[in-house]
């Protein structure tokens, strides 16, 4: 297959995709190298800024995705209203940055930090799928452990953990 | 019901350290600082204003108040620490030192703060919007040797159309679709129907693809396929993403009553 017919494919892909593509993948579906597609997503992420669209491809949770440009978000809010998803409440922002840099953990870690049950909130976000049940930790009641997934990285546009901000360590203002 | 009620707005606190956190905030003092005794007492007086104010105050809250009182008893009345006697409270806490009280503060800020960072990305990655069909799958299908499946992260029934497509991408093999003879479906619908005319229960539609060929996954999927669109089995899915289950139809079963069972009823 030729270069730019690779490009369209990548981009049709992108297009249609739900969800982060590997490039791993899309290099399997062209048969060709990853670095290639490394480059011809590059490229096409040119292309985009240049042609001044209202989309964008972005680097996430170890693949490419396609998605609008941010400062269009008060024009589609208006748009699809109805399907905005409900932003995450303080606490269960706390335990998930709690679970984000400790994990794996348990919830009773989890709530010693909180100073607070935690139950309702670790529920929420295993619904939420934004975190899961990694195994037990060895010890007295073999305690549940959480870890992150990768819809974690999704939800707040991470590439991989190492990509977190960094902890909030001794702030001297 | 119509007396004048006093709208005096609390904020609103996660937890005691969250709260224990806004008062030291609010007095200006760095936390390895704080007076014990001083934030003990704006603590309680904090609770009686939610008392006050009939709010249901959560056992934590309590619990905190509690040990404030103990640690702050313990420096009005400097004794000899003998750890022996330390009771086994299900304190949620176990704070015993003023020393252990500031590190609990300190590790709660950095979450805390932590946290609201956590919500800057939220809020950035929300004004970008994705494709969504509300979790459909597509399989493209264009020619054989490239079926796959755009969607991923899904079990079931995506992993066998992965599996599929990984063998299709891979292995060195011929023609799939038009070489799928109509007798080998036929065998193996039978062959799924006796596993579950035995088992008389739902089975997970994964268990009915054990076999390590792709050709044995090609044939069993379209097999499933096929009784399901001639309402033999009921695909079962409790919600998207969730395990598919293959049962008989039994109204299928006494319809036509042709699988071995003989004693058809008659009907017209």
């Known amino acids: 297959m030729e270069k730019e017919k690779q490009k369209k494919t990548i981009e049709a892909l992108l297009f249609l995709s739900e969800e982060p593509e590997k490039v791993d993948k899309i290099a399997a579906v062209l048969s060709t190298a990853p670095e290639e597609v490394t480059d011809l997503i590059r490229e096409l992420q040119r292309d985009f800024a240049q042609a001044s669209r209202g989309l964008q491809i972005f680097e996430v949770a170890g693949g490419f995705q396609m998605g609008t440009l941010p ?13 905005i998803s409900s932003n995450l409440s303080t606490a269960a922002l706390e335990a998930l940055a709690i679970i984000a840099y400790k994990q794996p953990v348990t919830r009773i870690e989890i709530e010693s930090i909180r100073g607070v049950r935690s139950e309702h909130v670790l529920e929420n976000l295993l619904k939420r799928k934004l975190i899961r049940v990694s195994g037990r930790k060895e010890g007295p009641g073999r305690p549940l452990l959480y870890n992150t997934t990768p819809d974690f990285l999704k939800y707040f546009g991470l590439m991989d953990l190492e990509d977190l901000p960094p902890l909030e360590m001794e702030k001297q203002e | 019901m119509q007396q004048a009620e006093y709208k005096i707005k609390l904020p609103f606190f996660e937890g005691p350290f969250d709260l224990l956190f806004h008062l030291i905030k609010k007095a200006e003092v760095d936390i390895w600082s704080i007076s014990i005794a001083e934030i ?11 008392k006050e104010l009939n ?6 809250f309590l ?26 409270d299900e304190d949620l806490f176990e704070i015993n030192t003023a020393e252990e009280l500031f590190q609990r503060l300190e590790e709660y800020r950095i979450f ?13 990655q929300q004004k970008i919007y994705l494709r969504s069909t509300g979790g459909q799958k597509v399989m493209v299908f264009t020619r054989p040797e490239t079926v796959y499946t755009i969607w991923e992260g899904a079990n079931h029934l995506s992993d066998i159309m992965h599996r599929f497509a990984e063998a299709t991408l891979t292995d060195a093999y011929v023609p799939a ?9 036929a065998e193996k619908s039978d062959y799924i129907q ?8 739902p089975l997970p539609l994964k268990d009915f693809i054990n076999a390590e060929g792709l050709w044995e996954v090609i044939v069993t999927f379209i097999a499933l396929l096929e009784m399901a669109r001639r309402r033999k089995v009921i695909l079962l899915q409790e919600g998207t993403f969730g395990t598919i289950f293959v049962t008989l139809n039994q109204e299928s079963l006494h319809e036509e009553g042709d699988s071995g ?5 008659k009907d017209d």
């Open chain 2, 63 to 88: 619990v905190m108040a509690a040990t404030l009182l103990r640690l702050k008893s313990k420096l009005l009345l400097p004794r000899p620490t003998h750890r022996g006697e330390q009771e086994e």
């Open chain 2, 55 to 60: 709010l249901d105050i959560a056992s934590e």
């Open chain 2, 40 to 50: 003990t007492d704006q603590y309680l007086s904090y609770l009686q204003s939610m």
């Open chain 2, 112 to 124: 805390k703060e932590t946290a609201l960072n956590l919500q800057k990305r939220e809020e950035e």
């Open chain 2, 194 to 201: 006796s596993v579950l005319l035995k088992y008389r229960r």
């Open chain 1, 71 to 83: 400062e269009l978000a008060p024009y589609l809010e208006k748009a699809f209203s109805e399907d």
């Open chain 2, 177 to 185: 679709f038009s070489a799928v003879e109509d007798f080998v479906v």
């Open chain 2, 261 to 265: 069972e003989g004693k058809t009823e």
